[in-house]
């Protein structure tokens, strides 16, 4: 079994800053793709960013400039720093990977529990 635990949410003021982490557990050989989706309320999961073992970025208009994405393939750990927060970042922010390699198979997509975050003065 593949896990994805996600820490580092919180309440912050506008302009503040947060780090996220999301842990991938079990009997991994190698992740392709790790990323961060969020989901506000009464909105659809967007992506955030992501980013493949090789280092490849992707990230929504809304997150350029922003939010760094970086990943430990070692740990198997993909970090998520946000600076610059506003209001509208406020969602849960899911952890995802996508293409995990186990002792026990192959697994398309795997989800973390997700981990709010809260943008208010």
């Known amino acids: 079994q593949v896990q994805l635990v996600e820490s580092g949410g919180g309440l912050v003021q506008p302009g503040g800053s947060l780090r996220l982490s999301c842990v991938a557990s079990g009997s991994i050989f190698s992740i392709n793709a790790m990323g961060w989706y969020r989901q506000a309320p009464g909105k659809q999961r967007e992506l955030v960013a992501d980013i493949t073992s090789g280092g490849s970025t992707n990230y929504a208009d809304s997150a350029k400039d922003r939010f760094s994405i970086s990943r430990d393939n070692a740990k198997n750990t993909v970090y998520l720093q946000m600076n610059s927060l506003k209001p509208e970042d406020t969602a849960v922010y899911y952890c995802?990977?996508?293409?995990?390699?186990?002792?026990?198979?192959?697994?398309?997509?795997?989800w973390g529990q997700g981990t709010q975050v809260t943008v208010s003065s």
């Open positions: 995802s990977a996508k293409g995990t390699t186990t002792r026990q198979g192959y697994r398309s997509e795997v």
